[in-house]
């Protein structure tokens, strides 16, 4: 069964904005924390962000500032809004439920390049 989709991933400008979406199926999202990772070739991956079924966030140091985490309860969907991109944002960002067992989406490539 498929439980978390990203959506929203794209090529864009250094500068520019993406909006990422996850939906999650409602068993692994109500009272859940949610949380956006990504990865670059070659690289671990990250936590870039992550927000608690009351809405309370938490950032990555390179994103802050620039990134916002959002989530609709009534609709089981957790966003990324991405601003000012810059190039080592460049990854796969990956949708995350954690509960009493994690939940991974497959992934989408955002790629910030002139």
């Known amino acids: 069964q498929v439980h978390l989709v990203e959506s929203g991933g794209g090529l864009v400008q250094p500068g520019g904005s993406l909006t990422l979406s996850c939906a999650a199926s409602?068993?692994?999202?109500?009272?859940?924390?949610m949380a956006w990772y990504r990865q670059a070739p070659g690289k671990q991956r990250d936590l870039v962000a992550g927000?608690?079924?009351?809405?309370?966030?938490n950032y990555a140091d390179s994103v802050k500032g620039r990134f916002t985490i959002s989530r609709d309860n009534a609709k089981n969907m957790v966003y990324l809004q991405m601003n000012n991109l810059k190039p080592e944002d460049t990854a796969v960002y990956y949708c995350?439920?954690?509960?009493?067992?994690?939940?991974w989406g497959q992934g989408t490539q955002v790629t910030v390049s002139s």
């Open positions: 995350k439920s954690a509960g009493t067992n994690d939940y």
């Open positions: 927000i608690s079924s009351g809405g309370k966030t």
């Open positions: 409602r068993s692994i999202f109500s009272n859940y924390y």
